[in-house]
């Protein structure tokens, strides 16, 4: 992955590392309060890939939008790095889960609307 730059807020917010990959895919990677632990592995962070049109098949735009939870269910897996299953999902703390699912809603907005907003590329 290049072209990354390091967001970072206030103490208390944890800094937001993004960037592009070589096919012009945007990413994101999202550090977990509570790491994600996989047999011998723990992941303190996820990247979040910029999901593509067949990312979305099985749910809608619009219930992305709305940050419905089902629907993230289904794009979440698709889009992550490593792989966040349904059932890691479910067991997510609710800051973790907020945090990636606000991330690929934030996907859907226009450069000028996350401009706005006060969210950089």
Same mark, same amino acid.
């Given at each position: 992955? @290049?072209? &990354?730059?390091?967001? @970072? /807020?206030? $103490?208390?917010?944890?800094?937001? +590392?993004? /960037?592009?990959?070589?096919?012009?895919?945007?990413?994101? !990677?999202?550090?977990?309060?509570?790491?994600?632990?996989?047999?011998?592995n !723990? %992941?303190? *962070?996820?990247?979040?890939?910029?999901?593509?049109? =067949? $990312? %979305?098949?099985? &749910? =809608?735009? @619009?219930?992305? *939008?709305?940050? $419905? %939870?089902?629907?993230?269910?289904?794009?979440?897996?698709?889009?992550?790095?490593? #792989?966040i299953? !349904?059932?890691?999902?479910?067991?997510?703390? =609710?800051?973790?889960?907020?945090?990636? @699912?606000? +991330?690929? #809603?934030?996907?859907l %907005?226009?450069?000028?609307?996350?401009?706005?907003?006060?969210?950089?590329?």
């Amino acid at each position: 992955m @290049s072209d &990354t730059e390091l967001q @970072s /807020g206030d $103490d208390e917010a944890p800094a937001f +590392e993004r /960037g592009v990959d070589d096919n012009g895919r945007a990413w994101v !990677k999202v550090p977990l309060q509570r790491p994600l632990q996989r047999a011998d592995n !723990k %992941y303190d *962070h996820v990247i979040v890939r910029a999901p593509l049109g =067949s $990312d %979305y098949q099985g &749910t =809608s735009l @619009s219930a992305i *939008h709305q940050a $419905d %939870y089902n629907a993230l269910c289904v794009v979440i897996p698709r889009i992550t790095e490593p #792989v966040i299953h !349904k059932q890691d999902l479910q067991r997510m703390p =609710s800051d973790d889960l907020a945090m990636i @699912s606000g +991330e690929v #809603v934030a996907f859907l %907005y226009t450069r000028a609307q996350r401009r706005q907003l006060g969210l950089t590329e």
